[in-house]
């Protein structure tokens, strides 16, 4: 197989191919670019190995190309940046350096052949041959290098049958697992990673070594697990990886809240459904909606305080009160295990949690405007991210079922849409403020200034009050009244000429 004709599309590949000729080294694309390129799907990164220092070449292309290099020299690499945010930010995301670049990143390294001592856990690292680097690739379809020389350009260089592998969608490690993951253990996650991301199937034998070896995955910096994680959480069809990290024993030590949602309990004959598999669905269902990665967090977390509220009760049934809050409270916990965020998103994720049974109960209940106008102003911006999570967790193996909730919650959604365009509440701010009340009575922060604060804000959830001074300093110098408390000070005189000064 050749692809000089498609490397020729990208000018970066006649630079390499150039400057490894001046050099005197040997070039090879390598890796995720290669298997993508056949695949025929977008890739982002190029990586480039040579014979002899990766560095050098990395030096010299980029002078050709006017563009910064990064150096790593501990590690003998170099990298043109693509200049990118990366995708998933996690804590230890590398900053993005200033200067001009080529909108793809390009790693390059010197080909490497590592052995292990038996008396030491320390590789010895020695230049090597093309074989040698695709020998230490995790599988066979990310081992496939492409030659940047002139006399065999183009040419695919496949000693391990990857090409095969990507057309049985397989994935298959190319030395025996045992080797392949022992050299990287996170190899075990990026196994179940690629195949969720490609619909691909784990070759047995691979799959069966996971199983053998999950627990070296303690040795793994959590980062880069919860990078995998996300990968997996962002493919087409998330269930699938979750289901593969369960079967391989691997969910039990990356995330063993999920795995408590695992299980049927059945009382008298009655059972309720296996919330796992239910969540699992949930994160399907949303997944087809939007690519938003946090969106889909709130999907794997919506349910997860399930277990820990876990009731029965011999007239309903089985009952989960209160699993929306606690399952909020318990976010930030799992957050920081994993090493995501702990800001915006995570909040985000938090308030869908809490907030995620509230638009299903308007579809049960008689809809009230002040219901609908309460779910308004707690969702705020976040309200169609809460509408698309509230619509994927409808599940049931009852067609006509899910149809019916589906149909009634257009009802709601119609409604809330109406009142959000009359009403103007996404973002509401009651007019009526703490030091408002202050300035009227003449008061300190106290008890009295929150509880009027409240009445002023229920009255208008209500809609027995307008969101305006004109309509709330009269219902607010009432409330006062009511609690025996006399005005200091005359608001309303003042309100015409406070009124005019705001219109200039
Ligand atoms: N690689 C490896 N073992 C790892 C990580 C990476 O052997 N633990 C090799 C693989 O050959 C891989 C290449 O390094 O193709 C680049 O790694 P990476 O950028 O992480 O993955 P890609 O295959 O490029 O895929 P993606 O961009 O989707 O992560």
């Excluded at 008689?366 to 911006?381: F, M, N, V, W």
Aim: hydrophobic fraction near 40%.
């Amino acid at each position: 197989m050749n692809f000089a004709e498609t490397l020729h599309t990208n000018p970066i590949f006649d630079v390499v191919a150039r400057q490894a000729a001046a050099l005197d080294v040997r070039a090879y694309v390598i890796g995720g670019f290669v298997r993508d390129l056949i695949l025929k799907r977008p890739s982002k990164d190029i990586d480039i190995v040579c014979i002899g220092s990766g560095i050098d070449l990395a030096e010299a292309v980029g002078r050709e190309l006017k563009v910064p290099v990064v150096v790593f020299k501990n590690f003998g690499t170099a990298m043109l940046p693509s200049g990118r945010e990366p995708d998933v930010v996690t804590e230890e995301s590398k900053p993005v350096p200033a200067g001009p670049t080529l909108g793809w990143e390009v790693e390059f390294v010197g080909a490497r052949k590592e052995s292990y001592r038996s008396e030491s856990r320390k590789p010895i690292v020695e230049d090597g041959t093309l074989e040698d680097d695709q020998n230490r690739r995790d599988f066979t379809i990310n081992a496939m290098g492409i030659s940047l020389n002139e006399n065999d350009f183009g040419q695919l260089l496949d000693p391990f049958g990857g090409l095969e592998d990507l057309r049985r969608k397989t994935i298959r490690t190319p030395l025996s697992p045992a080797i392949t993951f022992s050299d990287d253990p996170l190899r075990m996650m990026r196994a179940i990673r690629f195949a969720t991301q490609l619909g691909f199937d784990i070759e047995p034998d691979t799959f069966d070594a996971i199983v053998e070896m999950k627990d070296r995955l303690a040795i793994v910096s959590r980062e880069r697990i919860t990078d995998e994680l996300n990968k997996i959480i962002l493919s087409p069809k998330p269930s699938y990886g979750f289901k593969l990290l369960y079967h391989a024993g691997l969910l039990d030590f990356i995330f063993p809240e999920l795995l408590l949602l695992k299980g049927v309990e059945t009382i008298e004959g009655k059972g309720h459904k296996d919330n796992f598999y239910h969540t699992l669905q949930v994160l399907d269902n949303v997944s087809e909606r939007s690519d938003d990665l946090w969106l889909r967090w709130a999907a794997l977390l919506h349910d997860i305080a399930k277990p820990a509220t876990k009731r029965f009760d011999p007239k309903v049934g089985w009952t989960f009160h209160g699993h929306e809050d606690l399952g909020a409270k318990q976010v930030p916990g799992i957050f920081r295990q994993m090493k995501l965020p702990l800001n915006e998103k995570m909040r985000f994720v938090k308030k869908l949690v809490r907030l995620h049974l509230r638009p299903i109960a308007l579809v049960k209940e008689q809809i009230t405007d002040s219901a609908l106008r309460r779910l308004l102003i707690e969702a705020g911006d976040d309200l169609e991210a809460l509408m698309n999570l509230c619509r994927a967790d409808i599940t049931s193996k009852n067609y006509d079922r899910v149809k019916k909730h589906l149909a009634n919650f257009d009802k709601v959604e119609r409604k809330l849409r109406e009142l959000d365009e009359r009403d103007k509440l996404r973002n509401f701010q009651p007019v009526i403020t703490g030091e408002l009340i202050m300035e009227a009575f003449g008061l300190k922060p106290s008890k009295e200034v929150g509880q009027i604060k409240i009445a002023v804000r229920e009255a208008i959830l209500e809609g027995t009050v307008v969101n305006t001074l004109e309509a709330a300093i009269p219902f607010m110098l009432e409330e006062g009244r009511k609690m025996g408390l006399e005005p200091v000070k005359d608001l309303i005189s003042n309100l015409n000429s406070t009124s005019a000064e705001n219109t200039h």
